[in-house]
């Protein structure tokens, strides 16, 4: 579950293939002779892919050598951009198997034939050894808005210029112990559609699966603007899969406010994403907060026909970061909306513990109820939206911080065998209720005690209310807490579902 890609000019009119194939000898990338190509053929070579017995794209050996630093003193050369703004990636120890590029124009598809000489390398290191992906940088070429490096990883950088989560192109048997397969994308097609808009299509093939994927991406900048990308996936199975993963997005969780335990780092969090969204199809809003757990732990959230879910950065204040270098204050979040048919299934949310920001140890997607059979084809189209502004909050009062601790009363001595959960919530909706408005949080917990509990305004916030709840979890836990503000039969805020471990 880790991340391995994480870390690591002619006009536009030349790179669409608009001047004469003569043109591209002169400083720009080789393009090959033009072939018809469109959504129908790739889900056709796709099937036909699926009937054969996998075969994997042999990684390249000496990309072994070509480390973290290494790859990065190789960069592409701005004059061999393509398609108006696609730079690519050269391989390297984290991403050592070569991938197909194929620029299109007018419904013709022209493959790059790569050479060396498209990248620069500094004084003292290799050359590059193949492409590994590429990514689209924005108008002024000073940063990138979209990558695809690393089997079917690829990410945005969202509103605020900085990269964070990673989505893939499909999950396989994730969380299902030795078993979980990577298929990978291994070729591209690239089509420039606007000025800062692709329509990029790729080639999935795995052990269990083949695919065919088409992403109409566009990017607006500006802090309310982001990555957009229109998703569909059409998917040929080799073999039965038992747990299948649409739309997933990867993220790190180290420690936030609620685990200070783990904390090794001066910073005071550390967190890619700091929970996971759900808007069921019943139209509850669920917020589920991010933990480092003690060990692996797989979440499911039932539901049919999802209308949203995702990975979300709600806490954007630096203060409570101090990150002047990584900027967690400013990863982008990944809301994911459902099309029509996806039925019913189940959100699941894969964790495992981690003692360091490089290791991506956070997994969400939506499974279908019907696990896939060999031969099988499905379908799924989804819209994927990366920025900072979050579209999971509700019209009705949401969380906005969590801790757990000690229970019982402070300065008592701890009650055993319990913790105490805080959870804060703000909200329009809240303003002008006090103690005396009949205002009280409606609290379940599944493999443990509630022992005691409360809700009540913070003195001097604004439509600020706190839930205490003293959870004692049964064996070593964790119990599962679900808790929302209610007066009388009506909802003031949404579902906030928490795991309770013993220390």
């Known amino acids: 579950m880790i991340d391995p890609t994480r870390r690591a000019m002619l006009a536009g009119a030349v790179a669409l293939g608009l001047l004469p194939r003569a043109a591209l000898s ?3 990338a080789a393009l090959g002779a033009p072939k018809p190509f469109d959504w129908a053929a790739l889900q056709q070579r796709a099937q036909a892919l699926s009937r054969q017995p996998y075969r994997a794209v042999p990684k390249v050996a000496a990309a072994e050598a070509v480390d973290y630093d290494r790859v990065g003193a190789i960069r592409y050369r701005a004059d061999r951009q393509l398609a108006g703004g696609i730079r690519l990636f050269p ?9 197909g590029i194929n620029i299109v124009e007018g419904g013709q598809a022209r493959p790059l034939t790569f050479s060396p ?3 620069e390398a500094e004084a003292g290191h290799a050359p590059a050894l193949g492409i590994a992906g590429f990514r689209a940088v924005t108008k002024d070429g000073k940063s990138d808005w979209i990558a695809f490096q690393g089997a079917s990883y690829f ?6 210029d900085q990269y964070g989560l990673s989505a893939r192109g499909l999950a396989i048997d994730t969380g299902i112990a030795g078993a979980e397969e990577f298929p990978a994308f291994t070729e591209f097609w690239i089509e420039r559609t606007g000025e800062q808009s692709y329509l990029i299509h790729a080639l999935l093939d795995g052990p269990s699966v083949t695919g065919a994927y088409r992403f ?3 990017f607006t900048p500006g802090v309310s603007g982001g990555t957009v990308q229109q998703v569909s996936a059409v998917l040929f199975f080799r073999r039965d899969v038992r747990r299948l993963g649409i739309a997933p997005a990867t ?14 780092d001066w910073r005071p969090e550390i967190h890619d994403s700091d929970g996971l969204a759900i808007w069921t199809g019943a139209g509850e809003r669920i917020w589920r907060p991010l933990t480092n757990p003690p060990r692996e732990t797989l979440d499911s959230f039932a539901d049919q026909n999802p209308k949203g879910f995702g990975l979300i950065q709600r806490d954007r204040d630096f203060d409570h970061y101090q990150d002047d270098g990584a900027f967690y ?13 996806w039925g019913k299934g189940q959100v699941m949310l894969y964790a495992f513990p981690t003692g360091s920001e490089t290791v991506d140890n956070i997994v969400a997607f939506w499974t279908p109820a019907a696990a896939p059979r060999a031969g099988q084809r499905l379908a799924f189209d ?16 949401h969380a906005v911080d969590s801790w757990t601790g000690d229970a019982g009363r402070p300065g008592a001595e701890p009650t055993p065998g319990a913790r105490k959960l805080v959870v804060d919530f703000v909200g329009a909706g809240l303003a002008g209720l006090d103690r005396q408005s009949g205002v009280s949080a409606e609290i379940g917990v599944a493999r443990g005690r509630l022992l005691t509990s409360a809700a009540y305004p913070v003195v001097g916030q604004t439509n600020r209310w706190r839930v205490t709840a003293d959870i004692a979890p049964e064996g070593s836990g964790p119990a599962d807490v679900r808790l929302f503000l209610k007066r009388g039969n009506t909802a003031l805020s949404e579902t906030v579902l928490f795991p309770v471990f013993l220390p």
């Open 329 to 341: 204050d400013r990863r982008p979040n990944l809301w994911v909306e459902p099309g029509q048919g």
């Open 251 to 264: 993220s790190m969780f180290w420690y936030g406010e609620g685990n200070r335990a783990a904390a090794r």
């Open 117 to 119: 000489d498209l990248f």
């Open 382 to 397: 989804y819209r994927l939206r990366w920025g900072s502004q979050d579209p999971s909050l509700p019209t009705t009062a």
């Open 216 to 218: 109409a991406t566009a």
């Open 91 to 99: 391989l390297g120890r984290y991403a050592p198997t070569p991938v």
């Open 155 to 160: 990410r945005a950088s969202g509103a605020q």
């Open 26 to 28: 002169q400083g720009a």
